[in-house]
């Protein structure tokens, strides 16, 4: 388990595969994802199989938050591709409860990912994929510390039309920097 102040991580079980697919069925939801089609339970049965297949480091983490005196699974969020001789991984992100975006969570989480990539991990990269269409990912990166590095031209095509995916990254220096200003509040 990884905890932060209001959110924390935890492994998935096979019980959090319903609601994966009722995320990731909403297409409000899935158009900022690489995912175009609807996804049944048994798909998601064979990802879940896949993922227990993958170096532990690569495994998806649900992302749960504290409401009142539970924990509530909003979404996951996990490294991929890691490169141990480049000491870098893609981080992906999903919360798939509508009604807890725009609060801070997915920002916490992410923040919560950086640290174990680089703390735990010893990563020096971390990066991700954001499609221009997506303001509220792209601010959320933002806030945790990613900073633009490039632009894939009309890598998607999407509702009829070609959009650009962004690249963005964290260096082990610019989140060391930027722990160093934060002081005690840092989590
Ligand atoms: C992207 C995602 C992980 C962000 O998590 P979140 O908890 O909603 O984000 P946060 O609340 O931490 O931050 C969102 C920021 O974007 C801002 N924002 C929201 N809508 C915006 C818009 N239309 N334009 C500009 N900024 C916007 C919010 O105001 C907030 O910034 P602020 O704190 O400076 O006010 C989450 O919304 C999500 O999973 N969405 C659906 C799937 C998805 O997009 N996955 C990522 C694919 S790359």
Redesign the pocket.
Known sequence: MIIGERVRLRAVEREDLPRFVAWLNDP??RR??LLYQPLSLAQEEEWFKGILERDIDEQPLVIEIKNSKTWLPV?DIGLFDLNLHDRSAEV?????EKK???????????HLMLKHGFEDLNLNRIY????ET???????YE?AGFVLEGRMRQARFQEGKYIDMLLMSVLRAEWNEKKKGKGEKWV
């Open positions: 409000e939801v900022n994802l979404g992906g992100i999903l919360v798939g807890f975006w725009g609060k801070g969570y997915g920002t916490e989480a992410m991700l994929r954001v499609y997506n303001p509220r990912g792209i601010r959320s806030k």
